[in-house]
């Protein structure tokens, strides 16, 4: 097991899991978020919104904790649609 300093403890060595949510029907289909996110974990959904477009979705087989939790998605989302969320463990 690799040693840290001891001035480092367990609680500073857990990764925060965040989760990734998008309000469908508020999407406008832009694409913003999959271009820019740092982790490239988003693609287009399959499904349509009410207005007609493939909102933003996790790729499927990402681990739960794929999401960095950096917000830079909901920051650049023109509408307003997406915001993450710190998972509670």
Not at 1 to 9: D, E, R, S, T, V
Not at 12 to 39: N, Q, S, T
Not at 53 to 82: M, N, Q, R, T, W
């Amino acid at each position: 097991m690799k040693q840290f300093p001891k001035f480092i403890n367990e609680e500073m060595l857990r990764r925060e899991i965040w989760e990734f949510h998008v309000i469908a029907d508020r999407c406008k289909g832009c694409g913003y978020c999959i271009e820019f996110c740092p982790e490239q974990i988003l693609e287009a959904s399959k499904e349509y919104n009410a207005k007609g477009y493939h909102p933003p979705k996790v790729k499927d087989g990402l681990p739960p904790d794929a999401c960095s939790g950096c917000g830079f998605c909901a920051l650049i989302c023109p509408e307003f649609a997406i915001f993450i969320r710190k998972k509670e463990t």
